[in-house]
């Protein structure tokens, strides 16, 4: 029985009619701005196939994104659920309906880790030095790693309602559900930008995980996430009112549930904007240089 192909002779194999030939010598890539929408768009999905493929082989891939919501619902539910549930003045189907939404904000930051160290893996491996020899827009293989991970985004989101349903979450609007998804997912893929920045600038994978916990853990356990902050010290206060993971949970509980939205829905937007404008510019132009 033959072996299955790599992902990466897979893509030179299959998709030869969308990224132009390579040399024998290597070729300089050329500047995004020479190369036209439509190719950067057959570049794009030439490389995302590459990723699905790579999932396919390496089915444990997906552990994180199945396993984590499943994880992580039942057991604020079932550990937290009664304590903090009786401070929102129910108790422990309250509580469902709060750490529900606010789940959904988590998802992405977990995800937007693993973005930077598969990243970094495949630097390590020589794959991304064989896609910098290609005639290819450089943007095209970020914008592909984001897609992949937006999809593992979704699977894992849809877990987590599939769980919190079944644990008691009642979903007030559905409209406000699928807006709620949305705009987590466009939060998502402004993080993403800041981790594959540390998956192009750290030494391995281990620097990028241990990196992304030191950014993960303050921003979830400082915010609105789990619990209320009206009973955290006024510092922490502080530092909640403009974590944006406070922004993008209160904003999904609102649409999801009932709740003012306006505020937290234009912070979250900001935020977005801001993250993608700034760290996307620096991780197409450190990925073009690194050495």
Known sequence: ??????PTATLAKNDSADLPPVT????????????????????????????????????????????MPVVFTLLFVYVFGGSIGQSLGGG?????????????AMMGMNIATAVGTGFNEDFQKGVMDRFRTLPIGQGSVLFAKIVVELMRMLVATTILMIVGVLV?????????????????????SALMWIFLVLGVTMKNAQSVQAMGFLVLMPLQFGSSIFSP?????????????????????????????????????WVTLGWTAVLT?????????????KS
């Open 1 to 6: 029985m033959s072996a299955n192909p790599s």
């Open 24 to 67: 024998e010598a290597p070729v300089a890539p050329q500047g995004d701005a020479r190369i036209s929408p439509r190719a950067h768009a057959r570049h794009i999905g030439a490389l995302v196939r590459r990723n699905l493929l790579w999932i396919r082989q390496d089915p444990e891939s997906m552990f994180d994104a199945v396993l």
């Open 92 to 104: 422990q189907q309250e509580y469902v309906q709060y750490v529900v939404p606010g789940l959904m």
């Open 168 to 188: 008691g979450f009642d979903i007030e609007s559905w409209t406000g559900l699928f807006a709620a998804v949305g705009l987590a997912t466009l939060f998502g």
């Open 229 to 265: 902050t009206g009973t955290m010290p006024g510092w922490l206060q502080n530092f909640t009112d403009y974590n944006p993971l406070s922004a993008l949970a209160d904003a999904s509980r609102g649409l999801m549930v009932g709740g003012p939205v306006a505020h937290d829905l």
């Open 277 to 289: 404008l700034v760290m996307a510019p620096i991780a197409i132009h450190k990925f073009r240089t």
